[in-house]
């Protein structure tokens, strides 16, 4: 790539009227309201996100992947089958994910319990199999994994006829792997281009959303996504979503979204490219009614928001990897609380301005001052703790910024270390200890679990 | 939990196995045992057993801890314990493993007394909570490995 190139990559997408944040009125109304510059839908996976969005449906996706070939495909055939705008998910498994392909292997032969579909150790022609007569035009298949070297995995995934996959040079490294993230994010690079040199379009998601899957705070999850959804825009994939993750607060989250629409727009806005939204990441409700409710509070934020995907976690999240069943129930949920929201939700509903917009922004632009590349302008960022994970261990993240849930639910910049961003006032300042991060862990856990916690079952557990 | 306090410069090395990405379990480990006056080397996530097994070598701690909620800690957690057993340097080193031990939930518990008796000192399935790590970090000054192992046992 030549550095003209490089150069164009870091400056907004779309070069038309980019707007102050002043410009864009308080009470800008539900979040779709907001035209999003987007360019023309690519690929069977985006094809079918894009129809569906347009004729007012959201769609719903699970996390599933089994070990054998049959299970995988049942399952791929439940969510089809699922009365809604579903598309289907192939989870890979951990051994695949960290490239220990020997390992899987060798569980498959014994019959062992994998915690996902292993592609490379299956091959390409099970893979092959495994999608032939499911996937289509009104059934996309993601490919999900989770690797920070995910080479080989796209290698495979591109001659299977796999739809989409997802990941990123940050989200798959700094959260999951030991992998310096220089290395990578030269993988990544090349990874981008295995896709894009498909003839083709294989949609890719950022995860950059969903960082630690909790206790990292909206501004930094919006950025991340936006500079990864560049990075891939820049090493030549033209079909992307970027990603968030529900946190703590409705009202937070919704304001969040916006700013994500708005800035994907402005910096991805010569691609194309939709909103993901997952179901809290974090610690889970233990109930059944507990988990529900939280999967209903990410559907409706979704809806209102005008997110065109979400990804769903189901009523055993916080027990065990869910069977086929359960999965189907958590999707048919999500479409019925769709239907309710859609039907009985609030209109003309005011978005809080907070600033997470702006400090978004602020994060993207100081880390594009540090490279001519996106990638290398991550890699310095995250050198100079200019961008920085809270809590994260990777040894390339500097570790010294602390997040904190107030007491209203809004997760907050307790420490920002050396980030561009204000800390928010004095709540949370003082040291985290283990309660006291085990009890912001759990705070959706008891938040959504405390109403079925009484009588006799709350006796039962004193 | 806010009152077992641990010996000064206790040491330990707090790893998940190679195959596991999660991280809040680590960071909860850490913080908990800093607290209890022990200096922790944290690997982190995904660490293959051989830098598990150099970092060993290189701390000396008092006791590794192996922290897995991915479901492949009785798959990982096996190959690991037999490699640490049969190093000369790390074979008597206390070495115990918690979290979520397979992919079956309550079903997880047979894994616990498998890995107990590959060498792990102790087992600590998640349903089991922390009461029994508690009771493991208390015992360190004094317990032998047997007892060790039936603390373990409670999975």
Known sequence: ?462 | MDDISLAPERRFVVTSVSSDAHMWNLVFLQLLLEERGGHVVNLGACVPDEVILAECRRHRPDALVVSTVNGHGHLDGLRLIEKLRADPVLAGMRVVIGGKLGIRGSGNARFGAELVAAGFDAAFESEAGLAEFDAFLGGLETMSTRELALVGEGV
Not at chain 1, 2 to 29: E, F, I, K
Not at chain 1, 122 to 138: F, I, K, P
Not at chain 1, 140 to 147: D, E, L
Not at chain 1, 380 to 402: K, M, T, W
Request: glycine share 10%; charged share 20%; net charge neutral.
């Open chain 1, 1 to 462: 790539m030549n550095s003209s190139a490089m150069g164009a990559s870091l400056r907004p997408a779309a070069p038309g009227p980019v707007l102050p944040a002043r410009a864009v009125p308080a009470h800008t109304g539900a979040a779709q309201a907001a035209p999003s510059p987007v360019g023309p839908a690519r690929g069977r996976f985006s094809r079918f996100v894009r129809r569906k969005h347009e004729q007012g449906r959201l769609v719903v996706q699970p996390r599933m992947g089994f070990a054998d070939t049959r299970t995988m495909r049942q399952g791929l055939e439940a969510v089809r089958a699922v009365r809604g705008a579903s598309v289907g998910t192939v989870t890979v498994d951990s051994y695949t994910r960290v490239n220990d392909h020997d390992s899987a292997r060798r569980a498959l032969e014994r019959g062992d319990d994998l915690n996902g579909y292993p592609v490379v150790a299956h091959g390409e022609e099970e893979t092959r199999r495994l999608l032939r007569g499911v996937a289509g035009d009104d059934f996309p298949v993601q490919f999900r994994h989770g690797s920070a070297l995910p080479g080989e995995l796209f290698a495979a995934l591109a001659r299977t006829g796999a739809d989409a996959t997802e990941g990123g040079p940050v989200s798959y490294c700094l959260p999951y792997s030991r992998v310096p993230l220089p290395r990578a994010t030269a993988a990544w690079a090349e990874c981008c281009r295995i896709l894009a040199d498909q003839p083709r379009t294989v949609h890719l998601e950022s995860f950059g959303g969903c960082m630690l899957g909790q206790l990292c705070p909206p501004s930094l999850l919006i950025a991340l996504s936006i500079l990864e959804g560049m990075f891939f825009r820049e090493h030549g994939v033209r079909s992307i979503s970027v990603s968030y993750a529900q946190q703590t607060s409705p009202e937070q989250d919704l304001e969040a979204l916006a700013a994500l629409r708005r800035l994907a727009a402005q910096w991805l806005g010569d691609v194309d490219w939709h909103v993901v939204v997952y179901t809290y990441m974090g610690v889970f409700p233990r109930t059944s009614v507990g988990a529900f409710r939280m999967l209903e509070d990410s559907v409706r934020l979704a809806v209102r928001s005008g997110t065109e995907r979400l990804i769903v976690k189901t009523a055993v999240e916080a027990h065990r990897i869910p069977t086929i069943e359960e999965n189907v129930d958590a999707l048919e949920f999500a479409v019925a609380v769709e239907a309710d929201e859609r039907l009985h939700g609030p209109t003309g509903e005011t978005i809080r301005q907070t600033g997470i917009h702006d400090e978004a922004l602020q994060l993207v632009k100081a880390t594009l001052e540090f490279g001519d590349d996106v990638g290398s302008a991550l890699v310095n960022a995250f050198a100079h703790g200019l961008l920085d994970v809270p809590y994260c261990l990777h040894q390339d993240n500097a570790n010294r910024s602390r997040a904190a849930i107030d007491p209203a639910g809004i997760l907050r910049w307790s420490d920002p270390g050396a980030m561009p961003v204000a800390a928010s006032g004095a709540h949370g300042r003082g040291p985290v200890t283990a309660r006291s991060l085990i009890d912001m862990l759990g705070y959706n856990e008891r938040r959504f679990d405390r109403e079925e916690l009484v009588g006799a079952a709350a006796r039962g557990m004193l």
